[in-house]
């Protein structure tokens, strides 16, 4: 008996989503050294904003939170992050796939991901996280410059990197538009 | 000491603690409870790590309590820095107690879908491949005489150092995939090696522990 | 009516789907039983990876592509079972322990596939302690297996499927980057596993490494099987043009026609007396070097290191001079990169002194060192970032601004890869690609060009274009060191050994000297070559 079989090889199966998230994770924490600059005086590390991106381009708005909620317990664990950035990373991740969901547009994705983690983030953590640490309500509209400038950068890497991906053919975004 | 007690009551006294820790807004209240943790520190034989990875987590609060501090005043500064350094103290004592593997697994027990907690269990063992991965990348660039030291200058070479390494990556994660599949990740039915059960131990110390936090609770409104 | 086999396959043609290559598996007609010890050989990209790959399942349901024919395990197509059914019947070792090995003990990584069958704790833990004892790795239960050797790793790997009490285990090239230790290890538990009853499926392109083992070979010759048989059945053809080397026993056997065929060293010693021995072939005369002070390009005193509190290097001393090819040979671990990586300042000397050029290697920058030091790194996927292989190559010397068309075009006319220079390097094969990189770190006329295991992985053909690459640049002057575990080409190319255990070197001199010397070898955990082995020290 002869058969023929022609199937797609695609990251839908929740095992290669999975392993996908791992990798993206380990990417997210180990990276961090590598990928910190300087922005006057403060130091800015777009690693966290760059994977989310990925992400949520590549698995999808709940796998991309998993993927920034996991980077944030660990950074955490190994005292690398903060906890002001930890709910941040999740709601600009969660935007990111849903934007990029939505329109099928990296650019798209990568803007969720500016305003969830830039805009949103710091302004959810003034109204829930800040009363808790800090007694008070408190401006932390201050943080915004400096979370916009790393979510930024972070995207734009996140664009490159999917740019690059896509020529060496190692990931293939399906009617992906740029 | 490890495996006293299941996870999911470990992280049920965690989120006492932490309860606490937000509840408490005097200095009065914060040293004595970060007193508390050090004391659980050292009992678990965790000293020395927890002293190198004060190192990494000090100057996160100090940074923090600035920041407050700039935007209200010095005293709730000093507080936030404290709260945060137990918060993320509490953290420590949690993660040096259970193994990302425990943690996961227990939490599939209480509904979590497995492959989350996987990915929570096994990232851990990737960060140090992909490390390595980076090491690699950097020193053959710079072998060739690509400039990649940290800081400006990198930027511009980003995509040497980033093609490499994110390629590499992915293909990692396709054999991860393919390893993971061969032996039987997607089908139904798992068991756990490891027996997660709630046993009479796990519930008295929940209810010590919470016993304990109400009546810190209401000391401190009084 | 079908007999008793596990695997059964007819007229099967498969294609990835990203390829343009066509079929990768071109008309497989093959049946195993579940008993066999299996040895499928051929080629780089001849197609071993894949066949073992619709074995198991992950072909069509995992890689996808296109297939045609028929494919039955346990008589039942494959197509109809996924890889979650078949893996408790063929378990699978991978390539890369890196990316298999995902828990966080030993004892986690067995328990794995025991849990996904859903087994209830107990058994679980008896089929643990069990298989740990099969492949002796018992001490190693608690262990994180990323820590582990190479070695320990390949062991965990095959605990892992082997808990599941598979009909028969798939290895993939076990063998790649082990040192001859290790492969020890690794074979005497192959063996003890076959004994005990489940079949053993192994791939690999190193011949003398398993012929001694299996009971049946097959051969994979662009995407066919082109021969299959008993070893000795197999050894009596012409393999190499298959782009295989048989063993040197089984040549030397051939030739003399003898019968039955010697499988290796100690077979063919006892079938025939040493002087009837036919005169090996010389090796090629090399030009022998007497340095002068000023062709000395390298020079190493007394290098110490150290790093994360331990020492990695000890007193290493070497000297290199123009149109020498030197080999730095050692086990795993041993400091052979380590040691590299001193010479173009990736690491600095914690004492002693390193001299490039008759300059102080300290005064200068990695960018400085790059003009004078060439390397090639063991993984070349490490470096690729451009679009084509063109660019890739000019990259390095760009950056030093010391780029020369001319040179770079001559570059690509010795390494073979003009008809490549357009395509993107990281689809290139690992062989292809390992060319790119050596061209690459020629790019900017390097005095000394390092080369960090180049033929790991690599078939005949590679190994033999290497060889005469190495041979032509020394011959223009070109210093080489050749850093390397693979003794038999180092033996042929490099006329002066440096033997590196522990971060020491322990043995210098000519091959045969080094060989000779059984306290050193032993001590560096490598075993002298089957031409070692069958002339002595007397031809080199
Ligand atoms: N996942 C994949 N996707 C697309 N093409 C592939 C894939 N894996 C292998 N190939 C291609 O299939 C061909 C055969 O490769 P395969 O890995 O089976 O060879 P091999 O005999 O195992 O070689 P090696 O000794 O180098 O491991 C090669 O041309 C390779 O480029
Ligand atoms: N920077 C470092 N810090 C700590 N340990 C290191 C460092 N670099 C290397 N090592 C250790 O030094 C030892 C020698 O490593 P090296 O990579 O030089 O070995 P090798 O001879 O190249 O082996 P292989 O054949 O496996 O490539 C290893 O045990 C490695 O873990
Ligand atoms: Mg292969
Ligand atoms: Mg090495």
Redesign the interface.
């Known amino acids: ?10 990251i839908a ?11 993206l ?3 997210g ?3 961090a050294p ?1 990928t ?3 922005i006057g005086i403060a130091k800015v590390n777009p690693t966290q904003h760059f994977v989310n991106v990925l992400a949520a381009v590549l698995l999808g708005p709940w796998w991309a939170v ?2 920034a909620a ?1 980077i944030g ?2 950074r ?5 992050g ?3 950035a930890f709910p941040g990373g999740m709601i600009g991740a969660f935007l990111a796939g849903l934007f990029y969901r939505q329109t099928r547009n990296v650019y798209a994705g990568a803007g969720g991901e500016v305003i969830g983690t830039g805009l949103i983030a710091p302004v959810a953590s003034a109204f829930f996280v800040a009363p ?5 309500v ?3 509209v ?2 915004v410059p400096s979370f916009l400038s790393s979510t930024i950068a972070g995207a734009a ?1 996140g664009i ?2 999917l740019n ?2 896509q ?5 293939e975004l399906a009617g992906r538009k740029m | 000491m490890k495996n006293l007690l299941d996870p999911r009551t470990k992280i049920i006294i965690a989120m006492f603690f932490t309860i606490l820790v ?1 509840a408490s ?1 005097t200095l009065s209240w914060l040293l004595p409870q970060w007193g508390v943790l050090i004391v659980l520190v050292v009992a678990i034989g965790k000293g020395r790590a927890y002293a190198r ?2 190192r ?2 000090l100057p ?1 609060a100090l940074f ?1 309590g600035a ?2 501090w ?3 005043d010095w005293k ?1 500064g000093l ?2 820095a404290l ?2 350094l137990n ?2 103290s509490v ?2 004592v949690f ?1 040096s107690t259970t193994t990302p593997e425990d943690l996961g697994n227990s939490l599939v027990k209480a509904g979590l879908p497995y ?2 907690a ?3 269990s ?3 063992q ?6 390595r991965k ?1 090491k690699n990348v ?1 020193d053959a660039q710079r072998a060739r005489g690509i400039p990649l030291e ?3 200058s ?2 511009r070479h ?2 040497a ?3 490499p ?3 590499q ?6 054999e ?2 393919a390893a ?2 061969a032996r039987g ?2 089908r139904p039915g798992r068991t756990f090696y490891r027996d997660y059960r709630m046993g009479p131990t796990d519930w008295l110390a929940v209810a010590i522990t919470f016993l304990l936090l109400t009546a810190c609770l209401i000391l401190q409104r009084m | 009516m079908t007999g008793p086999f596990l695997i059964e396959i007819k ?1 099967l043609r498969y294609a990835y ?2 390829s343009g290559a066509g079929w990768i598996l071109d008309g497989i007609d093959l049946k195993i039983r579940p008993d066999e010890y299996l040895l499928i050989c051929g080629a780089s990209g001849s197609g071993k990876s894949t066949l073992c790959r619709t074995f198991n399942g992950l072909i ?11 494919i039955r395990i346990a008589e039942i ?1 494959s ?1 109809q079972q996924s890889v979650g059914q078949l893996f408790e019947r063929l378990g699978m070792v991978f390539q890369n322990p890196e990316a298999q090995l ?1 828990n966080g003990t030993v004892e986690r990584e067995i328990a794995f596939g025991l849990e996904s069958i859903g087994l209830a704790r107990r058994e679980i833990e008896r089929r643990i302690a069990e298989t740990a004892e099969t492949v002796g790795i018992e001490a190693l239960l608690p262990e994180n297996p990323h820590e582990l050797s190479g070695g320990q790793q390949q062991l965990v790997a095959i605990a892992a499927v082997l808990a599941l009490l598979p009909q028969t285990i798939i290895l993939d090239e076990p063998y790649a980057n082990l040192d001859p230790v290790n492969v020890r290890r690794v074979r005497t538990a192959l063996r003890r596993i076959h004994q005990n009853g489940t079949g053993i499926i192994i791939s690999e392109h190193r011949l003398g490494l398993t012929v001694a083992d299996v009971e049946r070979i097959v051969v994979l010759y662009q995407g066919r099987i082109v021969l299959d048989g008993s070893p000795a059945q197999v050894l009596k053809q012409d393999i190499e043009s298959y782009g295989l080397e048989p063993p040197l026993a089984a040549s030397i056997g051939r030739k003399l026609g003898l019968a039955p065929l010697p499988l290796d060293i100690d077979g063919l010693k006892s079938s025939v007396s040493l002087d009837n021995l036919p005169v090996p072939p010389a090796p090629e005369d090399l030009p022998t070097i007497y340095p002068a002070d000023g062709d000395r390009v390298l020079m190493l005193d007394r290098v110490c290191f150290h790093a994360a509190g331990k020492p990695l290097l000890r007193d290493v001393g070497l000297t290199l001079s123009r149109g020498e090819c030197l080999a730095l040979v050692g086990a795993n671990g041993a400091g052979k990169t380590t040691l590299l990586k001193h010479l173009n300042g990736l690491n600095r000397p914690t004492r002693g002194e390193i001299t490039v050029r008759n300059r102080p290697a300290r005064e200068m920058k990695v960018s400085q060192l790059a003009r004078y030091v060439g390397v090639a790194f063991q993984n070349p996927n490490s470096q690729f ?1 451009k ?1 084509t292989v063109w660019d890739e190559i000019v990259a390095g010397a760009k950056a030093l601004q010391c780029y020369d068309e001319s040179w770079i075009r001559e570059l690509a006319r010795l390494f073979a890869l003009d008809p490549l220079l357009a395509r ?1 390097p ?2 290139l094969s690992e062989g292809e690609k390992k060319r790119v990189a050596f061209a690459a770190a020629l790019a900017a006329r390097p005095d000394i060009l390092a080369l960090d295991e180049p033929t790991a992985g690599q078939d005949m053909f590679f190994r033999r274009s290497l060889g005469l690459l190495l041979r032509e640049l020394q011959a223009r002057g070109q210093a080489i060191l050749l850093i390397t575990q693979d003794l038999s080409f180092a033996e042929e190319y490099a006329r002066r050994w440096l033997l590196l255990a522990k971060g020491e070197i322990i043995a210098e001199g000519t091959p045969g000297r080094v060989m000779g010397d059984q306290a050193a070898m032993a001590r560096a955990h490598l075993e002298p070559t089957d031409r070692f082995r069958l002339y002595g020290g007397k031809k080199y």
Do not use: C
């Not at chain 1, 199966?13 to 990798?23: E, G, H, M, P």
């Not at chain 2, 990737?126 to 490390?131: E, R, S, T």
């Not at chain 2, 990556?169 to 396709?174: G, I, S």
């Open positions: 008996m002869i058969i023929e079989v022609q199937t797609r090889k695609s199966s929740d095992t290669r989503k999975a392993a996908y998230a791992v990798v994770v380990a990417i924490v180990a990276l590598y910190s600059f300087p998993v993927t996991v317990i660990i955490n664990v190994l005292g690398v903060t906890l002001l808790f640490l800090m007694g008070k408190i401006p932390l201050a943080l890497l490159l990197a690059l991906l020529r060496a053919d190692i990931v | 937000v807004r990875w004060l990494l987590s996160m923090f920041v407050t700039w935007t209200a709730t507080m936030a709260a945060l918060l993320v953290f420590f993660f492959p989350v996987f990915v929570f096994t990232s851990l990737f960060v140090p491949v992909i490390g980076a950097l940290p800081g400006w990198a930027l980003y995509p150092f980033l093609g390494l994110l390629i990556a992915f293909q990692l994660a396709e991860l995939a993971m599949e990740f997607g | 007229s789907r990203q069509p349901h995992f890689f996808g592509g296109s297939l045609q024919g028929d197509p197509t995902f970032f679009l993107a990281y689809r």
